[in-house]
DNA sequence: TGACGATAGTTGATTCATCAACTATCTTGG
DNA sequence: CCAAGATAGTTGATGAATCAACTATCGTCA
């Protein structure tokens, strides 16, 4: 039966949902898998080695290409697509083991800048090269350059989906 | 700088890396923000009135489909691609909760089989339409047939290349 | 047969994520 | 000016994921 599939009847109410069918049931599955394995075995190649956690590594990449290595918590939790509250007991651990410091908002005694230290960019430096070797293995050299370029535009299309629940 | 980008050089050792070019390294992060993005809202979708996780119920949807609907713990493991010890966790949670019981494998005194009862078949029923449609909002229907396609396509190599390191 | 290594699954400690509640500052309409 | 509401960020409790260590059974090869 199903769940995804077509015909989930019975005898339930809802006789309007569309079910996928054979070959969209398929897609789904393989990208549920894929991205499932794919964040495992990324994470695990961290691990090997490498202080940082794949989500710590990105937090320091985007500081990293941010203006005086600086960016305020809220702009920098909108482009990891992460909550406020993550984002401040993920920065505290950082914070602890030196690799960010908070400093204030000039202009807005509310706000919190989160500022890379040199610790921080060191650690950039140091989990790069396998970072980006792992994700070649992974992802980019598993794929046909078309097909590589498709996942970026379809992903694209994702998250606008996810991001605007509804706009008529 | 950074990382994943071309050219994260400074003196470092490690002159062999291949980094990403701009063209990729744009495809690379629509998906990490893609996946993040959908993975949450889907999230969100299951917490609106549907008492099962997204979790509990692809775990659910594999049973339904089993003959049975009974699995061993190590065959749901590997196809949720799970570890075993949070399949574990995960069973005693949803075991407590009625959604399935524990039964013995016959031939083998060390295996344990997890077989759905009725109210877990009742759970997956009620949860299924908001899933389907769901997940047809922020991905199928968001992407042209053939973008989702290769999509499928291109993550089932994805998955492939996660599972087997290195195979010459 | 019986010892050894592999396989199956669990456990509990630690780490991490989530959620609701909270403080503080800022903005705007009256 | 100031009250109401929006924004920014933190906190602490709860629940879930991870990791290493562990028990038990199975398979096999000497």
Redesign the interface.
Known sequence: ????SAR?R?D?G?AD????DV??Q???R????????????LGDAHDQGLPVTLGE??L??QL??APGRTLRMSALADFL?LSRSRLTHTVDRMERRGLVVRTPVPGDRRGVNCVMTDAGYAA??D???G???A??????D??TPE?????????????????G?AAP
Chains 1, 2 share one sequence.
């Open positions: 039966m199903g769940a995804t989930e019975d339930e809802r949902v569309r079910w996928l070959e969209q398929w897609a789904w393989r990208f549920l898998e894929g991205t499932s394995r794919f964040f495992e075995a590594y990105h320091l990449v990293s290409e697509a950039l430096v989990a790069a090269p970072h980006v070797t994700v070649r293995r992974l992802l980019v598993a794929l097909e590589f370029a498709t996942l970026g535009r379809a992903m694209a299309k994702v998250a606008d989906a996810a991001r629940p």
